[in-house]
């Protein structure tokens, strides 16, 4: 199969798929969300899937493995990402009303709203291992 078609089986399968088409925001949620996007959603090999794109399936492996000892080694250019992103015609994930991210991932940028929540957490003394807790018990609750 060359890659014109890979491409179009590709944007056929996610086409029906608007959550799987939900890019994370966070440089550091993109290589778990790739790996994913081509595993379980499009059900691709890695060589195959990067090729599509002109990157070499080594780089394409170090890049969706997170425990890569050595982080530099698995560095995929923003105009590369940006291009599997607009070859699979993704989206960036929805903003949270507490603010968003930057269009490259990298600044996150509260909203008025944010910046409230900010304050009153840090009024409250509130440790990160308090706010660790919360987030579980929120997680917890919606799933019941």
Partial sequence: MN?????NRARHI???LPKAKQVPRSRHKLPSY????????LGMTQSDFWSMFGIPGGTGA???TTAAPDVQSRKISEAKLAAVMQALNLEWEFNSELGYFSEDGTVFHP???GVEVLYAVTASELTAEDIKLFGELVRHLRAK
């Fill in 111 to 113: 909203t008025t709203k």
């Fill in 34 to 41: 790739l790996r994913y996007l081509r595993e379980s959603v």
């Fill in 3 to 7: 890659t014109d078609d890979k491409l």
């Fill in 14 to 16: 996610l086409k029906n």
């Fill in 62 to 64: 170090k890049y969706e």
